[in-house]
């Protein structure tokens, strides 16, 4: 496993190291007014629960809650994508003309909480393309001993079954239909994968290609660890199939409770290969 330490970079380095790696790391991308306004959104969040909201593995009795795609929550998001000028970054870091926000998503963990399965975001949603990335932030420090890690390049290679992210087996797979192979098992044979992460400070961001396997990042007993995912996705990228819909995913809820749009309608009347676009994904750049 290595620990990185390098700095950023140019844009054009980055740009590169995007490519290769599926992931970059940009120490201090916030200053301490998008930090704050990070935390008001995570906090809207917290209290604003969708009905996507749930306690993973709830038999280990520490919390590990996440929350996604809740519309509702996108307002207070935008004063941090548009301040920070987050759809520029993503404009420079693939090379491409229009950046879009796809969706929100936050992860809770205090005391000593699991590490988070490997996997790939891919698979768990019907959308695919080299114009694509994780933004993931936290607003407590993360040390290195329990990073969110990577396995450098994966975003080239194939992509696997989901984590069904439930009991001991972290490669159970999300979908029982269709071809996508099961998950490795990574933490079984870590010598094998080329693994990175870096120490983290609250105003660090990582960015990453969302089928990039990343997984890790437990906390000890008396830690905590508040963290946001913001995803965004540019020209190209393209509705594709996937083997089922699970349940467990962002695209099985009905939100309508709550008055959260259902992902599905974003998905309306796409077959697999039209570009992916929606009128109501918040455009980031160029501004509207
Ligand atoms: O923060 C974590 O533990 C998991 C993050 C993750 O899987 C993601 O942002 O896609």
């Not at 988070?116 to 080299?130: E, I, L, R």
Request: aromatic content about 14%.
């Amino acid at each position: 496993m290595t620990v990185m330490t390098a700095e950023a970079g140019d844009a054009d380095t980055l740009m590169q190291r995007y490519r290769e790696d599926g992931v970059v790391y940009l120490p201090g991308l916030f200053d301490a007014e998008m930090l704050e306004l990070a935390r008001q959104g995570f906090e809207w969040s917290l209290a604003n629960p969708s009905p996507a909201a749930q306690q993973l593995f709830p038999q280990d009795g520490t919390v590990f809650y996440q929350d996604l795609f809740n519309t509702l929550s996108w307002p207070h998001y935008d004063p941090l994508l548009r301040k920070a000028g987050l759809g520029e970054v993503m404009a420079r870091l693939w090379g491409c003309e229009n950046v879009w926000f796809f969706f929100e998503q936050v992860f809770h963990k205090k005391g000593a909480s699991r590490r988070t399965p490997w996997h790939q975001d891919t698979s768990y949603f019907p959308v695919d393309g080299a114009d694509m990335s994780v933004l993931w932030i936290s607003l407590d420090p993360v040390p290195p001993s329990q990073a969110l890690e990577f396995v450098r390049g994966s975003h080239r290679g194939r992509l696997y079954n989901g984590s069904a992210f439930t009991g001991d087996d972290d490669t159970a797979p999300l979908y029982d239909v269709g071809e996508m192979p099961r998950l490795p098992d990574i933490e079984a044979d870590r010598e094998r994968f080329d693994i990175v992460s870096w120490p983290f400070e609250p105003g660090d961001a990582l960015v990453f290609h969302p089928s990039t396997l990343h997984g890790g990042g437990h906390t000890e007993a008396h830690g905590e660890r508040r963290t946001i995912s913001l995803r965004f996705f540019g020209d190209d990228c393209n509705f594709v199939a996937r083997p089922g819909v699970s349940k467990e995913s962002a695209v099985g809820f009905n939100r309508q409770e709550t008055g959260s749009r259902d992902v599905s309608e974003f998905y309306e009347g796409l077959v697999p290969g039209d570009r992916f676009r929606h009128p109501d994904f918040p455009k980031l750049y160029p501004h509207g």
